[in-house]
């Protein structure tokens, strides 16, 4: 069976207040990402098997203001089909996975925090693929509809 765009919801189920699709923050190349509304300390899940790319959790600056943007706490996660996955808005300290990790799909990564744009405690997910070699702007967000 071909694992191409199938994702886990990266929260626990019990947890999940609504999936929210429609942020304003969600501007171009992020277009395809995903808010899943849930409360501050839900456990983040890895949304499929990959390997860690990227963890930064030294931040404790967050709100409801664009000039928090660069303080999010998040971590990605390279896949085997070629996408990677990002987690957004992590409580500090909160990682329990290294750059360079293997992990399993619904294994825990860290908790929900308020760093970076936030309004109210959620998760920001989205996959994407690189276009170019900066890490930080040549990449595009995926459409993904069949979380399960
Ligand atoms: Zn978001």
Redesign the pocket.
Known sequence: MSTKNKYRIPVPQNLLQRIDRT?P??MGNLRN?V?FIVPENTPVLAAADGTVTYVKDDSNVGGPDPSYWNYSNFISIMHPNGEYTRY?HLERNSAKVRAGQQVRTGQEIAKVGLTGYTYIP?L?FQVFVFTGYNIWTDFDTIEINDFY
């Open positions: 942020s923050a969600h990402a808010d957004d959620h920001h």
